[in-house]
């Protein structure tokens, strides 16, 4: 991932982003930018609420997304 041709986002990366691999943080990023608006907000909520305890590749979202539509 070229990181000065990275894909613009309505929403805050996860506080420990830069800590992933390059291949999960393209995963991460398709993710965020797959993501409705009702989802976008839940994300939000959940990043907001649950501080640096949350942990994006452990949430249900991301967990159901590379489930139902990675394979």
């Known amino acids: 991932m070229?990181?000065?041709n990275?894909?613009?986002l309505e929403l805050e990366?996860?506080?420990?982003f830069t800590s992933?691999?390059?291949e999960?943080?393209?995963l991460i990023l398709e993710?965020?930018?797959n993501l409705t608006p009702i989802k976008?907000?839940?994300y939000l909520i959940a990043k907001q609420h649950l501080g640096s305890?949350?942990?994006i590749l452990k949430s249900n979202g991301f967990i159901n997304w590379i489930k139902n539509d990675k394979e």
Do not use: D, G, M, W
């Open 20 to 22: 992933y691999p390059l």
């Open 31 to 33: 993710y965020l930018n």
């Open 40 to 42: 976008k907000q839940a």
């Open 2 to 4: 070229n990181t000065n």
């Open 13 to 16: 990366l996860p506080n420990n």
């Open 53 to 55: 305890s949350f942990h």
């Open 6 to 8: 990275t894909i613009q």
């Open 24 to 26: 999960t943080q393209e």
